[in-house]
Nanobody
Framework: QVQLVESGGGLVQAGGSLRLSCAAS???????????MGWYRQVTGKQRELVAD???????NYADSVKGRFTISRDNAKKTVYLQMNSLKSDDTAVYYC?????????WGQGTQVTVSS
C-alpha cells in the first residue's frame, strides 16, 4: 500500500508562486522500479489533467500550459515529489493531486486546493 500526502496549496495572487509537496510512504515504493510520481489537477466539471510527472530516474514531462512556469523535482531518499509553481495564473486554479504509478499499480493523494486570484 502507498499513501500520498500533499501539502503547500493555498491562495495566491496572479503572478505569485507556490510550492507543492507530496510525501509518499509504503515499502512498495522501494521495490517498484521504474516508477513515476506526478501532479495532476482538476477543476469541477472538467477531467483531471496531467500537470507534470517525473520518473525515479529523473526524466520529466510537462503539460504545455505550464512549461517554463512550473518545475517538478523529486527526492527519492525522502520519497517526496515537489512542484514549484511560478507566474501563477487564474487558469491554474484547481485541486492538485499527487500520483504514484509503478507496474500495474497507481495511487492518488487526497488533493490540495490552489486558488489564484486575479
Amino acid at each position: 500500500q502507498v499513501q500520498l500526502v500533499e501539502s503547500g496549496g493555498g491562495l495566491v495572487q496572479a503572478g505569485g508562486s507556490l510550492r507543492l509537496s507530496c510525501a509518499a510512504s509504503g515499502t512498495i515504493l522501494s521495490i517498484i522500479s521504474p516508477n513515476v510520481m506526478g501532479w495532476y489537477r482538476q477543476v469541477t466539471g472538467k477531467q483531471r489533467e496531467l500537470v507534470a510527472d517525473i520518473t525515479n530516474g529523473g526524466s520529466t514531462n510537462y503539460a504545455d500550459s505550464v512549461k517554463g512556469r512550473f518545475t517538478i523535482s523529486r527526492d527519492n531518499a525522502k520519497k517526496t515529489v515537489y512542484l514549484q509553481m511560478n507566474s501563477l495564473k487564474s487558469d491554474d486554479t484547481a485541486v492538485y493531486y499527487c500520483n504514484f504509478k509503478g507496474g500495474l499499480l497507481a495511487y492518488w493523494g487526497q488533493g490540495t486546493q490552489v486558488t489564484v486570484s486575479s
